[in-house]
């Protein structure tokens, strides 16, 4: 609402913001820069949700979409506990979408913060899961530098934060989820603002990411 007044607001654009929360917009930017994520699909009913998850494959992750911090994340191994999950856990609507992600099987889970002014895109840190993808980051251990990851893989994870970091015009943080599984990389997710890993990795430069973010900003 402030920005449809023309308030201006600090930080990435709002529209940005929704293009990294959407799930079909979202596809259209990773589809655009060449990149890859997990077979996924946006379900709003049941019926909708026990047909895709079959097209996609157990086990799968679902969650709402439009949540904060993986709130109600959860893996399901077969229908019934899909089920179980859209008629106890969560509500599933035409507003209420959820999202079914591929589970990738013995994946390495990546978090990666990047800080930007619009124009200089800076890795601020890369951490790797200790517990294999699907431990939600929040109820898992990092290490930081990444312990298992070639140069090569590093250095991709970089050069996609930052083409993804260049497509939304961020300004200030960012935190991008990637999946390792052997050396090809995959997108989880993408969230332009700051993330839980954000006073971690500032600890361990000693240089605090907050303080860079809100200068660009």
């Known amino acids: 609402i402030l920005s449809e007044k023309g308030i201006k607001i600090f930080g990435t654009d709002v529209d940005a913001i929704d293009k990294s929360e959407d799930r079909e917009r979202f596809q259209e930017l990773i589809i655009k820069l060449g990149l890859t ?19 996609i494959g157990f086990p799968i992750v679902v969650r709402p979409s439009y949540v904060l911090g993986g709130r109600a994340m959860q893996l399901v191994h077969n229908t019934n506990e899909l089920k179980r999950y ?16 591929s589970y990738l099987t013995d994946a390495i889970e990546i978090d990666v913060d990047v800080v930007s002014d619009g124009t200089n895109i800076e890795i601020g840190g ?19 530098p990444p312990y298992s990851l070639s140069e ?20 200030g943080l960012m935190n991008i989820q990637f999946a390792v599984q052997d050396e090809d990389v995959f997108i989880i997710e993408v969230n332009p603002r700051a993330s839980r890993t954000v006073p971690f990795i500032s600890k361990c430069l000693g240089d605090s990411l907050v303080k860079s973010a809100t200068k660009t900003m």
């Open 37 to 55: 994520q997990p077979s996924n699909a946006t379900v709003k009913n049941i019926e909708e949700a026990l047909h895709k998850a079959d097209e």
């Open 86 to 101: 859209l008629t106890e856990a969560v509500e599933v609507s035409n507003s209420k979408p959820i999202l079914l992600d």
């Open 126 to 144: 890369i951490l790797q899961h200790i517990e294999q993808a699907g431990i939600h980051s929040g109820d898992s251990a990092c290490s930081l």
């Open 152 to 171: 090569k893989v590093i250095e991709e994870i970089e050069n996609q934060a930052k083409k993804i970091a260049e497509e939304l015009n961020v300004i």
